[in-house]
């Protein structure tokens, strides 16, 4: 064997070692799901006597006990029955519930709700200005720095909002509550010029932002809202969490209560984060 | 530039192009979210007035018409309320339905709902014996195919009993309803023997079925529900689409309403199937 030929054969059998010289198998995604590549964090507020809904929703989040002790079986129960609107705490828009004719809560795809995830953040103009909405130029300088929004992808719109959850009355801008409290009505939200750019220019499958609503709290036509479900592009209202996502990147799971002809429903909504 | 030299440089060049001379870089997970490195199967059955609840519960899936129509705004807008048990259609048990001090529902980790599936199919059992309780023979068979139960995944008991979703009677095993119904219930769940077994020998997160209940329909003192409940296990039931699961490989996210001291609740499930 000359000098060269042994030469060749030891870099051979190195590649043929590391696998160089076949094809390289196919990524272990089930990673994802022991947690071994990445981590997941929850994007969902809870339920109970202080989720915050719609100030003209005074029912709010209702949990009835059912059973609760010892049975007479011998074993402990516990149990419950509960009730809410559809549109309260982290929940889902279902297109329909602004446009006639798009999809019910139901018919949504996997596809709409499991993607990846687009975080947009306008917490230092939304912190200026409770009154902000997502404009254009936000999305184009986002793009501009981060490529074009994916087809099919998520976009979120972190304003910081979720931060005053606890507070009812900075959550909202307001501590009245019926009729009278919807004019007064302050929180950010998705402008319309940046809805109808997207439905023109992009293809998101949804939209999320942790602020009550899709259209900022001062609308009073929720153009956001018809414009982008006309598009029977879906809503996730009331997230948390968006600080821990990186702006491109990260999936989402979005998983809304499965209900048949429904308007929307309470989602719960986690994020994974690759490293 | 000799021959040999020249060869060496052209495979050098080969290798840094295919990234063979560099470390590889870590797999692409992202795929998992846009669908391109396998597919998600929904194993929720929806909530409607045809949803199945245990057979004491009579009042089931309430959905309540709150708007549907153009509104004086010129906009169209539907919206909905709901009302329900926790422990109907697909669904969560957390760990304190049955053991007192264990987890409520939205004390679950994702760890314990984010996980690796581990499918055991005992539906040619169940097809010819409605009152079938998993066995831990069924388990230690199937580990001897597929390897141990691995720490942490969610073990899903395939009993067939999805397809029988449509007609409640078959599904239940009785047509009556109220406390008279409860003795005639007939079908397969999760052996106190297997269930203790599981707490025993190894680690699992969840355990869930396409049955109403973790425990068969005869059972009268629920001794599954209290053997793996006990040990913070949670549970998935009526579950659908089992059959679209491999044994292993597949991941599973269950995604529950997040109900502050819940004893569980309306879960929406998926499965990953890579491929």
Chains 1, 2 share one sequence.
């Not at 909405?133 to 986002?142: H, R």
Request: hydrophobic share 40%; glycine share 12%.
């Amino acid at each position: 064997m000359t000098r060269t030929t042994a030469a060749f054969a030891a870099m051979t059998s190195t590649l043929l070692a590391t696998g160089c010289l076949q094809d390289a198998p196919p990524p272990d995604h089930t990673a994802v799901f022991t947690g071994s590549a990445g981590a997941w964090v929850d994007l969902s507020h809870a339920f109970g006597p202080s989720t915050i809904y719609w100030p003209t929703d005074t029912a709010g989040f209702q949990l009835t006990e059912l059973a609760y002790g010892q049975t007479e079986g011998g074993y402990f129960y516990a149990s419950y029955s509960f009730a809410s609107a559809e549109h309260g705490g982290t929940h889902l828009d279902a297109p329909i519930h602004f446009a006639e004719g798009r999809m019910t809560a139901d018919e949504i795809p996997l596809s709409s709700l499991i993607t990846t995830a687009s975080v947009v953040d306008v917490s230092a103009a939304a912190g200026a200005d409770p009154d902000y909405q997502l404009a254009v130029e936000d999305l184009t300088a986002w793009e501009a720095e981060h490529g074009e929004l994916a087809d099919g992808t998520a976009l979120l719109v972190r304003t910081g909002w979720s931060s005053r959850w606890g507070d009812r009355t900075a959550y909202l801008g307001t501590d009245l509550t019926g009729p009278e409290a919807v004019p007064e009505l302050h929180f950010p939200g998705i402008g319309p010029e940046a809805a109808q750019w997207l439905v023109d220019n992009r293809n998101v499958a949804a939209v999320g932002l942790d602020t009550p609503s899709i259209d900022y709290g001062q609308s009073t036509d929720f153009r956001a809202h018809v414009i982008l479900y006309s598009a029977n592009i879906v809503g996730f209202e009331n997230l948390t969490n968006l600080d821990r996502l990186p702006p491109t990147g990260a999936g989402i799971v979005a998983l809304p209560m499965k209900i048949e002809g429904g308007s929307g429903g309470p989602l719960r909504v986690v994020g994974w984060v690759g490293g």
